[in-house]
DNA sequence: GTGGTCTAGACCACA
DNA sequence: GTGGTCTAGACCACT
């Protein structure tokens, strides 16, 4: 389900936020579906299960989930709401900071436009799976 | 010359590896133009000047800047040579990444390709003042 | 386990690049094996911790060991890649830089032979004795 | 005549009793021969007297020039004496690194007795020119 | 516990 | 003047 790689440099509980959101975003994972437990991801994972506890924790602080007591942990709704600034200006300077990077390995603006379609078909089409 | 900001995330000397990068790529500097010195830049932003040393050894690493012993530090020449594979499938995960965090701000394709323009419009303006 | 001498016109932080290398080579390290944590090899060395860190995040650009977060560090598979030209350039000028010295010191061709038969013999004891 | 080049790591006075040194191994420079002076080789070197002044005297150091006042710089003939033995093992360790680093490099024992070969005939052959 | 970052300040080699 | 190395000691993020 989750794949997830120590080695890299992306801390273990923000790759599993990043997955969750992912899932989401692809349609895999739809509001009110039931995520599996800490323990059952911990052991399944072959990790720490404070990390998967990390994980959940930041990722119902940002919304995308909620615990309820007894049940389990489950996907919540999303209503778009408008970002702060502040997160925008950080994605676009994540942006740019790719670019650059693409800029020293050769990828130009068409590059990473068609790099933009191809993740974007990508995640159309999981969503049509359903 | 280099706006560095210690509050953000990311590490100081990444900072400035960045800034370096970029002024570069929208044709700020020239190959063989020369650096600041190391202490000159750090009593310049304020911080250790082993903070600038980090950066500017990084530089070099990756083959951008040049030390000349006893002289100072300068930018090379950079054929763009292709990128390991490795290295392109970290860029396009991050770009991933940000289009899903982009998802959960309300952004999506048109948006995302409307920055790259206003990026590469950005580098581009810089690169004709001179 | 390791041994440096500060005495040494080498950088510390570079003979524990050369040794952690050499212990690879003779099979005295294995993939997967676990490098002392860098906390522990600087007390036992009587360094600073921040030198045998700086060995090791080279060892880490150079692909040898491989640090996991928050676990510690180590010893990577080693995939024999052809290096690049400038590499071997380098290696052949130090060669021959050791040869112009024998030169001085009355060591010559057969000599020199005979030292890396003595080396390469070495590498295989060590090698053997797992 | 010489060829040195700032940007390696071998310091530039350095890199001048290397080829000083190579150049009578391979016969180029005789016994007696006058070197060029110290300022004549700067400025043809694009480089500080300085830095040739600090080659010059640790050649003369070493016993491989010689300095007559108001007269020049000239070879002086060798007789090889054996060398102490701290500079044999420093040999053998600089071979030791050369063996390690080719391992990562994936050339071994014949590759290197190649290597050799290779050095010690183009020394013959420039020998032989004269 | 692990490694990573940063500071302050020292000393050295090189040009 | 330049950068490189090393120390001592602090703080942080991750597991």
Redesign the pocket.
Known sequence: MFQID?KQPM?????IIQQVKEMYAKGLLKPNEKLPSVRELASHMV??P??VS?AYQELERQGIIATIRGRGTFIVKQDIKPAPPTDITRLKDTLKQVVINCYYAGYFKNDLIEWLEDIYTEMEEKADED
């Open positions: 120590p801390p273990l509980y923000e790759q990790i720490n404070n990390t990390k």
